[in-house]
């Protein structure tokens, strides 16, 4: 199993949340935003957008990592 690069996860992260949430804008933060990520870095995402999520409602995003690895 070959990792994507962090610009593929990036663009994966994006393209995911905006199937889901048209509207949205995703933005990066943290270590990956600022370059310094290590290899067990996580990836930090603010979504913002117009729709009110219930809390039984929200996206599971763990989940959109599972797209990050190529098989």
């Given at each position: 199993?070959?990792?994507?690069?962090?610009?593929?996860?990036?663009?994966?992260?994006?393209?995911?949340?905006?199937?889901?949430?048209p509207?949205?804008?995703v933005?990066?933060?943290?270590?990956?935003?600022?370059?310094?990520?290590?290899?067990?870095?996580?990836?930090d995402?603010l979504?913002?957008?117009?729709?009110?999520?219930?809390?039984?409602?929200?996206?599971?995003?763990?989940?959109?990592s599972?797209?990050?690895?190529s098989?």
């Amino acid at each position: 199993m070959q990792m994507k690069t962090n610009d593929e996860i990036i663009e994966i992260i994006k393209r995911t949340v905006l199937d889901y949430l048209p509207d949205a804008e995703v933005l990066l933060f943290g270590s990956h935003a600022r370059k310094n990520a290590s290899l067990d870095s996580d990836y930090d995402i603010l979504l913002i957008t117009d729709f009110n999520f219930l809390p039984k409602e929200k996206l599971p995003i763990r989940t959109i990592s599972e797209n990050c690895y190529s098989h």
